[in-house]
């Protein structure tokens, strides 16, 4: 599976839109972009997946570049609850050999939401 | 719907003492993992079961740790003897094929080896 890199940490006023970059310039064609986030003393939580379109649910949007080497989540109106450790993994899409696949979880950013 | 239930929540216990923990997971998920989140880093996976059969332990120190999954729904998770560097908290995971890999994870146990 590809590598990723996000930076440590950011900051965000609560209401704003967050913002939370990932590069993942290995990227090969049939690896998906997965984010989770942790709160603490939570267990990770999926939020959103994709693979070359942009893909929006009701938690955030997936903004991926044509060239795949790069995305974005974008939380549209961050509050106090999304203060947490969000995590970009890239890995092999499903195949019907298997159900499930190792996520394998760099450092992440830190987002600290402020009043 | 019932989230990943683990059990205990928190266990402390002195090095060289055994120790277990259970996980439920989510009705219908086929695939349940085990991973190891220490202090300040992302979780680490130790083994994922399809159904009953182990399929990824790669990562799982076979020499004191081991796990099951009887009848592919419940797992538990075993460590003897504990070692003070196995303090973290121990996650459990499931997920089911639905076209994505969403893995569902529950709140996890702190383990704390004194």
């Known amino acids: 599976d590809a590598k990723t890199t996000q930076p440590p940490s950011m900051d965000c006023a609560e209401g704003r839109a967050a913002n939370l970059p990932c590069n993942h310039s290995t990227i090969s064609g049939n690896e998906y972009v997965y984010w989770y986030r942790q709160i603490h003393s939570q267990g990770p939580q999926y939020i959103i997946h994709g693979l070359k379109n942009n893909e929006t649910n009701e938690m955030a949007s997936l903004i991926i570049t044509e060239d795949r080497k790069s995305s974005t989540l974008i939380l549209p109106h961050a509050t106090l609850r999304d203060t947490a450790v969000y995590y970009c993994i890239v890995l092999k899409g499903p195949s019907s050999k298997t159900s499930g696949s190792r996520l394998t979880f760099g450092e992440g950013t830190q987002l600290t939401v402020n009043p | 719907e019932a989230g990943v239930v683990q059990s205990p929540r928190y266990k402390i216990i002195e090095k060289k003492q055994p120790v277990a923990f259970w996980c439920n997971p989510i009705s219908g998920h086929n695939t349940l993992y085990w991973y190891r989140q220490n202090l300040g880093q992302g979780p680490e996976l130790l083994i994922r079961y399809e159904n009953e059969e182990a399929v990824d332990d790669s990562q799982l120190p076979k020499d004191r740790f081991s796990a099951e999954r009887l009848k592919g729904v419940d797992s538990t998770l075993k460590i003897q003897p504990a070692e003070l560097g196995d303090s973290a908290v121990y996650l459990c995971?499931?997920?089911?094929?639905?076209?994505?890999?969403?893995?569902?994870f529950g709140p996890g146990t702190r383990l704390t080896v004194t």
């Open positions: 995971a499931s997920s089911s094929w639905t076209g994505g890999y969403e893995q569902y």
